[in-house]
């Protein structure tokens, strides 16, 4: 059963700290996303890549915030200096093109973070 | 700009009765719609599309463009029905798909025994 893998599960930063996220999609998916979880505001995409370039980072703050795939099987989500408004689950999402699966996104498990 | 709306953050019910959560969505294109759902302690997960017209685990879904909505129902619902529930909508790239989803906010769904 393929499977979107993040790391870490959980990190518990203080803030100011630089805190990095990743990300391995599924085999074979070209697009990935990054969505950040909250309770007042639900999911909200903070970037997307396509075949490995960026298509949409408006959702991310740029100050702060950085996204990147280097290669296919990894893509990062970088925060740097943290902020304790950045509290929350991180998920990262990948879909693939083409027949019954596409636009369907298949989600890791998410990061959970704490910013102190 | 695209929205999708899910007025309840909060839906709690008693187990067999029907429940409904309800999705808006402001969109001038043509819109595909999705249900997702997340289970305590699981990964988020697709419960069904508009386009696929079936009903998993006894919801169903039905894209009424008059209203722009795409409300979530299941007629008689169960304790393990308890969940988040996610609505989210797709855009029409001119054809390309990219498979950029939008989502609602979010419904806490609850089922009491």
């Known amino acids: 059963d393929a499977r979107v893998t993040q790391t870490p599960r959980h990190k518990v930063t203080e803030m100011g700290q630089e805190v990095t996220m990743r990300c391995q999609p599924i085999?074979?998916?070209?697009?990935v996303f990054w969505y950040r979880q909250t309770m007042m505001q639900g999911l909200e995409l903070l970037a997307y890549?396509?075949?490995?370039?960026?298509?949409?980072d408006s959702g991310m703050p740029k100050d702060r915030f950085s996204a990147e795939m280097p290669d296919a099987t990894l893509a990062t989500l970088k925060i740097q200096p943290s902020e304790p408004r950045d509290s929350a689950v991180y998920f990262c999402?990948?879909?693939?093109?083409?027949?019954?699966?596409?636009?369907?996104?298949?989600f890791g498990a998410g990061s959970r973070l704490t910013v102190l | 700009a695209q929205r999708v709306t899910q007025p309840e953050k909060l839906l709690s019910v008693f187990k067999g009765a029907p429940v409904e959560l309800k999705c808006n969505y402001s969109?001038?294109?043509?819109?595909?719609l999705f249900w997702y759902v997340q289970y305590s302690r699981q990964r988020l997960q697709l419960l069904l599309r508009?386009?696929s017209r079936e009903s998993i685990k006894g919801f169903t879904a039905d894209l009424n463009k008059g209203e722009t909505s795409f409300h979530l129902k299941k007629p008689f619902a169960q304790e393990e029905d308890s969940a988040m529930y996610y609505c989210?909508?797709?855009?029409?790239?001119?054809?390309?798909?990219?498979?950029?989803?939008?989502f609602g906010q979010g419904t806490i769904l609850t089922v009491h025994p």
């Open positions: 508009h386009i």
């Open positions: 085999l074979g998916h070209n697009t």
């Open positions: 969109y001038s294109g043509s819109p595909e």
């Open positions: 999402a990948s879909s693939g093109t083409g027949g019954s699966g596409a636009n369907v996104l298949t």
């Open positions: 989210a909508l797709k855009l029409d790239a001119g054809g390309t798909s990219y498979g950029k989803l939008t």
């Open positions: 890549f396509r075949n490995r370039a960026p298509l949409d």
